[in-house]
């Protein structure tokens, strides 16, 4: 095989994909979490078990690398490719299997209640073992999805979709902008005292290795004549630089948000829907899906990649708003109980879910499909939701 038939055959395989079902995508991000606490239910079995035995246990790299791997990543390497199809069965199994190790733990809890100094080091040791965070949950989803989906192992269905519909990847590139917004939650809220000059600075600082990363991809693939999808984000942009222009562009509108969650819920609902207007009313989406582009002008052989920015950014401050409001609720003073906020936080989220929920199928009927491509107000409602 020459290398154009390699380079058409390579085009064609990831090519005119209509994604799945909202629930086939809900059996796989159920699975996600399942297998996570699956994995802690075996580590705290093992941990407990070495305790009752030598009263003592040192966690090294190699236990917890190890550990991670055959409990977290292999699972769900399975999961994503060859037992895709039997994700509804998985959902079972797993519940069914975390009960039965959770029950020979039981034993062990009275033991160990009575000794508070063993009981401290116990949950030490088992936080060590444990990646608790949404962030590396979801960098090793993409991790699997990116080296996974040019093999015919990688079901066609959860790969990017070509102009409409749904899919893993789809969302998964939605849930990345999501986690560049949860700063937030972790800082508590955002620094406002500095200058406007300031902050972009230091936004500038904060992005630049995503800008480096973006570059040596794009210098990479032009130099090695890699097969690339141009239609996805253009014919020199990558979501790299996506992901800094909605930073960056973030930061400019922080003065009109000021930590606030009804404004910036606000904001992003205004960029969203004034954007669908463009996309439905003004035929841009038209414009957007086209496959001629000039390639004498830069915008125009990027525009993919430079106006689907418009999109992402209404996913940021969405997801910066729900951020903002959690935060307002868990660091309130007041006389609550943690378990009060937590209940309060989970209500809240559901209260958001069917809210994003209603206006998805109102959008998806009356605008437009949803399209990962055109980042439209359905995409931004299904990411959020």
Known sequence: MNDENYRLEKLNFVSNLNGTTIDRILNILTLVPLVYFFSILIKIQFILV?????KTLKIGFWFSFLSDFCFNLAPLVFLCTIFEKWSEYSIYALIFLSFVIYLPALKYQNAIKSNTKLSDEIIANILKLSIGSFRVMLYVFTAISILA?????????LAKTEKYGISIMDLGV???IAVHSMKIIRNDKLDLSNSLVSRLLNEFKSSSIIMLIGCLRLFSIKSTNYVEHV???GVHWNFLFTIVVVKILACFLEPITKNSSLRTALLSAFISFYYQYFLTKKNFSQYLLTETRDFNNLVDMNKEG??????????????????LRLNKIITKNNQSKPFDKALKCVFNLIVFDIMFWILLQYSSSNFQAVSRRLCNLSFILFTVN
């Open 231 to 233: 239609s996805e984000y």
């Open 174 to 176: 939605g849930m990345y």
């Open 50 to 54: 070495i305790y009752s035995w030598k």
């Open 306 to 323: 430079i106006f689907s920015c418009i999109g992402y950014l209404g996913i940021y401050l969405a997801f910066r708003a729900l951020c």
């Open 149 to 157: 989906v040019d093999f015919n192992v990688f079901p066609r269905y």
